[in-house]
């Protein structure tokens, strides 16, 4: 009799909150953005891969709010921080001139959050470089992939902590 109440329960709620404890912590600090060229249009497409919990505590944190990536209620507000803070650590330089990055949105997809930018038109890219600090302000063992495509071939990067920029076309 007494064995048995060292066994571990089982219960629905035990389970739920398990795993509600594995989506609030993770080792992994992990950013993936895609760039793709569109020689139709110029422009640099970018999306943005990166864990909810992670950004909106660097939301809170970076704008002294409590953020929620999830809420439909407060997804025009979210989107407007989230302008802000792509503002403040993603740029790109075209040709060697700081191009206009504009910011088209976000979604929610799983346990990450999809953020979308576009640059403005570039005539003739020939090197591209990056400056990527996303969540450095809040992980010291930040890791930011970036693949980019132009003209049909892919290139990668990774920028580990503390090395914000790459050149990714040249």
């Not at 470089?129 to 970036?146: A, E, G, I, K, R």
């Not at 290139?155 to 990714?168: E, G, Q, R, V, W």
Request: proline share 3%; with cysteine; aromatic share 10%.
């Amino acid at each position: 009799y007494l064995f048995l109440s060292f066994l571990p329960s089982f219960s629905v709620n035990s389970d739920r909150e398990a795993e509600n404890k594995a989506k609030a912590w993770h080792p992994l600090h992990l950013s993936s953005m895609d760039l793709a060229y569109t020689s139709k249009g110029g422009t640099i497409e970018i999306s943005c891969r990166l864990f909810t919990d992670d950004l909106e505590k660097a939301l809170s944190q970076q704008f002294k709010v409590n953020a929620d990536l999830s809420a439909p209620e407060k997804h025009k507000a979210m989107d407007e921080l989230l302008k802000k803070y792509m503002a403040m650590h993603f740029k790109l330089q075209a040709n060697g001139k700081v191009i206009q990055l504009n910011y088209l949105g976000f979604e929610k997809d799983r346990e990450a959050v999809m953020v979308y930018v576009e640059s403005v038109p570039v005539k003739s890219l020939s090197k591209l470089s990056v400056h990527n600090s996303l969540m450095y302000d809040l992980f010291d063992d930040q890791t930011n992939l970036m693949h980019m495509t132009y003209n049909g071939n892919r290139k990668s990067s990774k920028l580990d902590y503390p090395k914000t920029d790459a050149m990714i076309l040249n």
